[in-house]
């Protein structure tokens, strides 16, 4: 039912904007739709992505919190579990059944006690440490394991991009 | 594709549109006024061939014709529209009329009710628009078969109206679902849309009455055409509004939440399984209405090898799948229940004191709550919903033992019981051919193929009632032997016979797990097999020689 739904994501959002984590900041799109969600992610510190401000779009289903939501970077990103058109490939995000890469444990995948700030929150560690045996991205998992350097000049690139200032 | 290349075309406006058909029509009411102006008209009319309907209002035309002024109000227009129906030109120009009037009144809709319509409603709303006039094209010219132009336009009429309630109603279930996605929408917009609801519903009543009516003269299976999308029509909205009902008593319960008091929270609980089983009895009631209304117009058709019932029986099997999908789903659901409710108890209410928190499903306030053997807490109905899918426990991923035996959904790896089977397990083709069963003289000979690879785990195991017969027949030769060897070995050789000799050779004591090449076309075994069976068949075909040549001699 939706209307369970609704009242899901309506607490996650007061929640969300009562206490926000450090870094993060998710809310709907406008309030006539709460099942589409904008989020602001701060690159985590300390790494390739530090200082930028990367927008991402979150769509939920209409049976949240039993399916997972769909999260998608909305600018350009180059990473190693990030598809290029942005879609974010973390096994939090993949619901129980389905299993794309065939190597996650249940015990990583989606369950209901899962949450926008969860989901959030790995997606800054998963920033932060890419997993490369998971190849959402080939070229990205390649580069950053045989040439971090010019990882890390790309990464860079679009930090700067991602904040308005010319590279 | 056809839709985009219409997408194409310059379709007129619909103010051009609706403009042209509004002139056009006075066009045609204008000449109807001057033909009845001769006052002779009806006789020239009465050697033209009249349809019964018309002959009565020319005959009553007639008695009037004395008085060529006198004609009332009411007179007067029933004579221009005689004229007008015997016209071909104007009754074109009525029905276009009609079709004019139609879209204006589905425009004048979506205006009023649901303003600008969504990229996805649009989306939804052409699709549907296509598919049913794809449908219903086939089912005219295919399955009804009409020879006449009257009938075509009878159904043509009969189903554009059907097709733009169908619309209208796929067009408020979007939007329903829509605002369903926002606390905020304005009540009025509810309103609306549940008025509009409501007169689909009620107009669906109306087209039922008409089929019934129509029913009594046409026959049962006109009536059954007719009335089987009626009903769908009628099911689907009222499901909607359903749907639309409980959401807002829904909502409304939130709104009062605070103040729940005991009676109200028993009414919650309940009103899942309430929500769950209206919502399967209108899904399949509707399901089952158009997969017998599609068989009935199958069987009725009686052209077996048409297009038609080619795709008349696509969309049976569609429909078929669809009913089985959601009886399994159903299933499941009592399944799994019922392990609920079993296994599972409610927690007292000192746990649940003692567990503060909310549920960690939907976040809310636990005023009864079943208990997981991991001792967490979760509303009946949010568990429920979620074991449906998964069987672990959300928040410890514990795994629990639900296994339905009836439905074929994967279980999470833990859960699997480990049937112990080799890893590498030899996968035989023994191809046999026995020619003496056939003609004592043709040669019998077997050929092996044996493959080792990797088993997966799902592999199914050659049928064991077999094995056992086989096996059964060895062990009537060599009793020393247990009945698990045998087995075991006939799992390879797939045949008593080889079995037989590796007992013979001494070969079945140690268990044969040594690697075998690929392909063994004339390998060791087969080969041998191969040999003792010519020789044999060679001494019958010598014997037969003999026997065919000694008459030639004699």
């Known amino acids: 039912m939706a209307g369970s739904a609704l009242r899901r994501l309506m607490a996650e959002y007061k929640q969300l904007t009562l206490n926000p984590p450090e870094g993060i900041i998710a809310g709907p799109i406008n309030e006539e739709n709460f099942f589409e969600w904008e989020a602001l992610i701060t690159g985590p510190e300390g790494t390739c992505f530090e200082g930028g401000v990367f927008p991402a779009k979150l769509i939920f289903p209409a049976d949240y919190p039993l399916s997972p939501p769909k999260m998608q970077f909305t600018c350009e990103m180059f990473h190693p579990n990030i598809y290029a058109d942005g879609r974010v490939c973390i096994s939090i995000l993949h619901a129980p059944g389905d299993d794309p890469m065939g190597y996650e444990s249940s015990a990583e995948r989606w369950s209901p006690v899962q949450s926008v700030e969860k989901i959030l929150l790995s997606v800054v560690s998963m920033l932060a440490e890419p997993n490369d045996e998971s190849g959402a991205n080939v070229d990205a998992a390649k580069m950053w394991r045989e040439n971090r350097e010019e990882f890390n000049k790309i990464a860079e690139r679009i930090v700067r991009r991602t904040l308005g200032i010319p590279t | ?235 689907r909205t009222l499901h909607v509004i359903i749907r639309y009902a409980l959401h ?47 068989l009935h117009m199958l069987v009725w058709s009686n052209i077996f090898l048409s297009m038609a019932s080619l795709v008349i029986c696509m969309q049976l099997r569609y429909l078929f799948h669809e009913i089985q999908r959601r009886y399994k789903k159903h299933r499941n659901y009592l399944w799994v229940r019922n392990h609920l409710e079993q296994n599972y108890p409610m927690a007292s209410s000192e746990e649940l004191v003692e567990n503060s928190d909310n549920c ?103 049928s064991n009632s077999q094995l056992d017969a086989m096996a059964r027949q060895v062990q009537q030769l060599f009793p020393h032997i247990p009945i698990t060897t045998i087995i075991n070995d006939l799992r390879v050789t797939r045949s008593v016979e080889i079995t037989i000799e590796n007992v013979l050779d001494g070969r079945l004591v140690a268990p044969a797990m040594y690697r075998e090449p690929d392909v063994v076309p004339s390998a060791n075994r087969p080969m041998s097999v191969l040999q003792t069976n010519c020789d044999t068949n060679l001494q019958q075909e010598r014997n037969w020689d003999e026997l065919s040549t000694d008459p030639v001699e004699t």
Request: with cysteine.
């Open chain 2, 1 to 235: 594709m056809p839709v985009t290349l219409l997408d194409r075309l310059p379709m007129p406006n619909l103010r051009m549109y609706s403009s042209g058909s509004v002139v056009a029509l006075s066009a045609c009411v204008y000449y109807a006024t001057q033909v009845i102006k001769d006052p002779n008209w009806s006789a020239a009319a009465d050697s033209a061939d009249i349809v019964g309907l018309h002959k009565e209002v020319v005959d009553l035309n007639k008695s009037n014709a004395s008085m060529p002024d006198g004609r009332s109000m009411g007179q007067y227009v029933s004579d221009v529209f005689s004229v007008m129906i015997r016209e071909p030109v104007c009754v074109w120009t009525m029905i276009n009329m009609a079709f004019c009037w139609l879209i204006l009144v589905g425009t004048a809709v979506q205006k009023l009710v649901f303003g600008e319509l969504r990229v996805s409603e649009q989306q939804h709303l052409k699709d549907k628009f296509w598919n049913f006039v794809f449908y219903k094209f086939i089912f005219v010219f295919g399955i009804i078969n009409v020879q006449y132009i009257d009938e075509v336009l009878l159904w043509c009429s009969w189903f554009s109206l059907l097709g733009f309630l169908h619309l209208l109603s796929q067009l408020s279930k979007d939007r329903f679902e829509y605002l369903s996605f926002s606390p905020t929408t304005p009540l009025w917009s509810h309103v609306k849309l549940l008025a509009l609801l409501g007169a689909i519903f009620a107009l669906s009543g109306f087209m039922l009455l008409v089929s019934v009516f129509v029913g009594f003269f046409g026959g049962f299976n006109t009536f059954a055409f007719m009335s089987a999308e009626v009903v769908l029509l009628s099911i």
């Open chain 2, 248 to 294: 807002l008593y829904d909502m409304r319960q939130e709104g009062s939440s605070s103040v729940s008091t005991n009676e109200e929270n028993r009414v919650w609980e309940k009103r899942g399984p309430i929500a769950y089983y209206t919502e399967l009895g209108f899904e399949l009631t509707a399901l089952i209405i158009d997969f017998v209304h599609h």
């Open chain 2, 360 to 462: 960690a499903i939907c976040w809310e306030k636990m005023e009864s709550a079943r208990k997981l053997p991991c001792t967490h807490l979760f509303h009946n109905t949010c568990l429920l919903s979620w074991l449906e899918q998964d069987t672990s426990c959300p928040t410890c991923r514990l795994a629990l033992n639900i296994q339905n035996p009836s439905t074929s959904r994967i279980d999470p790896p833990d859960l699997q019981v480990d049937v112990p089977q080799p890893q590498r397990r030899q996968l035989n083709h023994f191809f046999h051919f026995d020619g003496s069963r056939y003609v004592s003289w043709l040669p019998s000979f077997s050929v092996e193929v044996s493959h080792n690879q990797l088993m997966r785990p799902e592999a199914a195991p050659a």
